[in-house]
């Protein structure tokens, strides 16, 4: 297996997905509680890695041995069966790297506390079962449902937490100004399925797969693509406004022309190969200002 195969393998390219919730985590914990603990912040990030890399393995994987489309999806469209990749290495190097997640876990939970077990251990069912068992999340019109709300909040939650444990209380106040500032990332980030599903429609029915866009229709699903990206917008600046985010994320809005236009050529063709890259290009781009825009504010904390 060459690295450029193996990359595709664990899907590098969508990574941008975990990277930017785990640094807006960092930065949100440094605004609001002045606190860092870079050593176990480090080892939670390595954790993240592994286990969403090990996810995305299996989501091939799976596709792979479910694929009832035999021909053109598993011997031409699905990277193991293209590749001709041996299924039993593929499968080593997704268990070895779920093993050395939960061990890193494991110990981030006896240092941290119990809380960490359920939010990593709802992480890791949401990611197991998206793509496993006789009805994978991702063949039922909830992948939009989970995945947004367990990469985009999930994640900048723990990292919250791990950085704050010590003085972190859990309240309706801070989980709603977690929920708040991570929003954005939710939005984008269950947009990025929803546009992969909208391009995927009729090869997912082919395959038996009967996503949100089954139920919703083209027409539908793409309005509610525009909705979840206003409501994002709306959401930077509902951040700022309740001084849970500095005044500098409002520069995040210098993308909003960009990010327009990405939804515009979107909207005007749903081709996985040509445009599905939009729904990416929002994502990174918005993800990446949100972040950029907070952290050029650390120097000005007092503390």
């Not at 606190?35 to 993240?48: C, D, H, P, R, T």
């Not at 995305?56 to 590749?83: C, M, Q, S, V």
């Not at 876990?105 to 068992?133: A, E, H």
């Amino acid at each position: 297996m060459t690295v450029s195969v193996f990359l595709e393998l664990v899907e590098i390219k969508a990574k941008t997905a975990s990277i930017l919730p785990f640094l807006l985590g960092a930065c949100f914990s440094w605004f609001n509680y002045h606190s860092l603990n870079l050593g176990y912040l480090l080892v939670f990030f390595i954790a993240m890695f592994l286990f969403n890399m090990a996810v995305d393995i299996l989501d091939n994987y799976n596709d792979y041995h479910n694929a009832t489309d035999k021909h053109d999806y598993k011997k031409k469209t699905n990277i193991i069966g293209r590749e001709h990749l041996s299924i039993k290495l593929v499968f080593s190097i997704m268990i070895g790297m779920i093993i050395i997640s939960a061990f890193l876990g494991l110990i981030l939970v006896y240092i941290t506390g119990w809380q960490l077990l359920v939010m990593g251990g709802i992480c890791y069912l949401v990611g197991i079962f998206y793509s496993s068992g006789p009805r994978p999340l991702s063949s039922l019109p909830l992948g939009e449902v989970f995945s947004g709300p367990t990469m985009g909040f999930m994640i900048t939650l723990i990292c919250v937490y791990i950085n704050s444990y010590q003085i972190f209380s859990w309240n309706l106040v801070n989980l709603g100004a977690i929920l708040l500032i991570s929003l954005p990332n939710t939005l984008w980030i269950s947009n990025l399925m929803l546009a992969n599903n909208i391009c995927d429609l009729e090869e997912d029915e082919k395959n038996q797969r009967f996503t949100l866009v089954h139920y919703l229709g083209k027409e539908h699903s793409l309005q509610l693509f525009v909705i979840m990206n206003s409501v994002a917008i709306i959401a930077l600046v509902a951040a700022v406004i309740l001084k849970i985010a500095p005044v500098t994320m409002l520069l995040s809005l210098c993308i909003l022309p960009v990010i327009l236009k990405q939804i515009g050529i979107f909207l005007n063709k749903q081709v996985k190969k040509e445009t599905f890259s939009c729904a990416i290009k929002i994502l990174a781009i918005g993800a990446v200002s949100q972040t950029l825009t907070f952290l050029i504010y650390m120097p000005f904390i007092n503390y």
